[in-house]
């Protein structure tokens, strides 16, 4: 489960991204990745090395309530 930094629920909590698929990886370029998340019932992303910065995993929340 994964955190968008800067993006909260109404409530003020973090939304929350989750895993929704196998990591992919690449022989020739072992520093990249890519792992596919959803959130609610719409909204797909992928969490990869270029966008690392934009989410923060759920036990290192300081939202946390």
């Known amino acids: 489960m ?3 930094n800067g993006f909260f629920n ?3 909590s973090c939304q ?3 895993i929704n698929g196998q990591t992919k990886t690449w ?3 072992p520093e990249k990745f ?3 998340i959803k959130h609610g019932l719409r ?4 969490y990869t090395d270029e ?4 989410f923060h995993k759920e036990e290192d929340c300081l ?3």
Not at 43 to 46: A, F, L, Q, V
Not at 51 to 54: G, P, Y
């Open 2 to 4: 994964y955190h968008a």
């Open 27 to 29: 022989k020739t370029k």
């Open 43 to 46: 909204d797909y992303s992928y």
């Open 63 to 65: 939202n946390a309530k």
């Open 10 to 12: 109404a409530d003020g």
């Open 51 to 54: 966008n690392q910065s934009l």
């Open 16 to 18: 929350r991204w989750k």
């Open 34 to 36: 890519r792992i596919p």
